[in-house]
């Protein structure tokens, strides 16, 4: 049941990514990354097609080979991030206690992804990325 569960929620990021390749507010590498996590924890096979994919495969390795996430999902993931802590922070009635843990997890995120390798990608970057 665990695995069927993680292989539902692996499906679910991979069709947002693929919403998120043309949309300009939902950002596509998360989804993608979440997906092979999942993936890799409950089906290795569906996980390798996954990362060897001709065109969703190229996301993923840009991320684990070069620590590279397109400038566009960095804002998006930032804002995003922020608007949900920020929300579960000073709009939910929470313990001092766990709003000190959720202000801790957001900074440590920002860190790390204002930390990766970022480029502005635009039409023509992404076909070029797909080809490679």
Known sequence: MKTLSLKILAFICIVLGIIGIPTPILPTT????????????SDPV?????IHHKYLGTYIQNYREHKYIPLKT???SLILLWGGIGYSILGL???LWLKTVLLCIALGVSIHILSLKSQKT???NRISQNKL
């Not at 998360?30 to 924890?41: I, N, Q």
């Not at 569906?46 to 996954?50: A, G, W």
Request: net charge positive; hydrophobic share 60%.
């Open 93 to 95: 009635p929470t313990a």
């Open 46 to 50: 569906l996980y390798q097609k996954l």
């Open 30 to 41: 998360p989804f993608l990354l979440a997906a092979a996590f999942l993936f890799l924890k």
């Open 74 to 76: 960095k804002i998006i």
């Open 122 to 124: 635009t039409k023509k």
